[in-house]
């Protein structure tokens, strides 16, 4: 019993100790590293430094994130979640060119970068980002006006001193220009939530790049559909102009009041060539899905926190003939409108009798009838006839609970496809 009274934490090996080290914040993990020597060098150890989440630290400012970047972070870095002083009655610069420069450097392997609630207005331009950088997440963020452009804005007297060296070398060294030159932005994702400071003019700057193949747009309240349907991609007199290379595009409006809305997804009449998977919620459902039928490519489609009816869903997608999977996420279905009982029509008692006959085999299945107003079931064999190498995914899905109808909720199970009545 001696022996184990006297055993520490020195006696595990270093692989044990970094496994315990890892459910460590960051903020901790930095105060871990002043007990001893040797926890220091293991907290330096990159594979605790890989996904770096600063969001939960309120009080980073500049210098803290100077101090990470000379001690904790390294080449072993692929995803950053930084929180800005946007909302801080600090306030401050917080992101600048030289530490966006050092962690260019420091650490070639970053993938992605998410920055909340970020004042990204003292930067030019994001190609100071990392180059390194497949995925751009942007929420609630202020940007400049020439944010995405591919070129960096020069001073007067860099221009000058461009075109003279380029006059002067002309014709000499005009391939080596070619090699050294800036090959864009190699972003493949770019997620936008609550940015109101996004604009036309921003949208219209990403048809450069040449990488983008997904592109999400939540609560970008100036984006307007004659915006959009600039960007189309479409065939141009020299190839394909707009976004030649999205695949995905997600559009959505879900907040505040007092915001004119835009329908920006109306812009999707145009016809986007080579658009695989298309996103649409809130207001931007109903006019989405009158434009939808005009997306050739279209093989997903995608439609959450709205109230839909199935006479909608029905006409939208009955032009959607290469369409290969239908979600529902969040949606609330209306109840359908069944027709009313004329008294004295024929037939009556006998319907009756075949109910009253048929009353022992129905209580058997209680849990299997379906509810004359559940539209769900009327939907599936609709769109079976109309799309019929089509699936159907439902997520936390219900209907829309009436006084004159019947007071049934429809749920989902989260573990099942199965549909259950909750009362």
Wanted: with cysteine; hydrophobic share 35%.
């Amino acid at each position: 019993m001696e022996e184990f009274k006297t055993c520490n934490l020195d006696y595990f090996p270093e692989n044990i100790l970094i496994d315990v080290l890892s459910f460590l914040s960051v903020r901790e993990l930095v105060r871990a590293g002043r007990v001893c020597k040797r926890w220091k060098r293991l907290v330096k150890d990159q594979r605790l430094w890989r996904v770096v989440d600063l969001t939960a630290w309120k009080g980073v400012t500049s210098r803290i994130l100077w101090v990470l970047l000379r001690q904790y972070l390294g080449c072993g870095l692929r995803c950053l979640r930084l929180r800005g002083l946007l909302l801080s009655a600090r306030g401050g610069t917080f992101l600048s060119e030289s530490w966006l420069k050092a962690l260019s450097t420091k650490c070639p392997r970053l993938t992605k970068l998410y920055l909340l609630h970020a004042d990204l207005r003292s930067l030019p331009s994001c190609q100071l980002l990392p180059p390194s950088l497949q995925v751009l997440e942007l929420r609630g963020c202020e940007l400049p006006r020439g944010f995405f452009n591919q070129t960096l804005p020069t001073s007067p007297d860099q221009e000058r001193a461009e075109a003279t060296s380029s006059a002067q070398q002309q014709g000499q060294d005009q391939k080596g220009k070619q090699r050294s030159s800036p090959s864009g932005i190699t972003i493949n994702t770019l997620v936008l939530n609550n940015v109101p400071s996004f604009t036309d003019q921003h949208l219209q700057s990403l048809t450069s790049w040449e990488r983008l193949s997904r592109l999400e747009l939540r609560d970008t309240f100036r984006v307007t559909a004659n915006g959009l349907r600039s960007c189309a991609a479409k065939d141009g007199i020299c190839g394909v102009e707009g976004f030649p290379r999205l695949k995905f595009l997600e559009i959505g409006i879900t907040g505040r009041q007092g915001y004119q809305l835009q329908m920006a997804s109306l812009g999707l009449g145009a016809g986007w060539l080579g658009l695989e998977e298309l996103s649409l919620g809130g207001k931007e459902v109903g006019p989405g899905l009158l434009c939808a039928s005009r997306l050739k490519d279209l093989k997903r489609l995608c439609l959450w926190a709205c109230t839909l009816s199935e006479m909608q869903i029905v006409r939208s997608c009955r032009m959607l003939r290469g369409l290969r999977q239908l979600e529902f996420l969040d949606v609330t279905f209306q109840p359908r409108q069944c027709p009313p009982v004329v008294e004295g029509e024929g037939g009556g008692e006998e319907e009756q009798d075949n109910e009253e006959a048929a009353g022992g085999e129905s209580n058997n299945d209680e849990n299997k009838t379906l509810d004359v107003n559940d539209p769900i079931p009327s939907l599936r064999r609709s769109l079976a006839v109309l799309l019929p190498a089509c699936s159907l995914v439902f997520t936390n899905c219900s209907v829309q609970v009436l006084e004159t109808f019947s007071p049934w909720i429809f749920l989902n199970l989260p573990t099942s496809t199965e549909w259950s009545y909750i009362l």
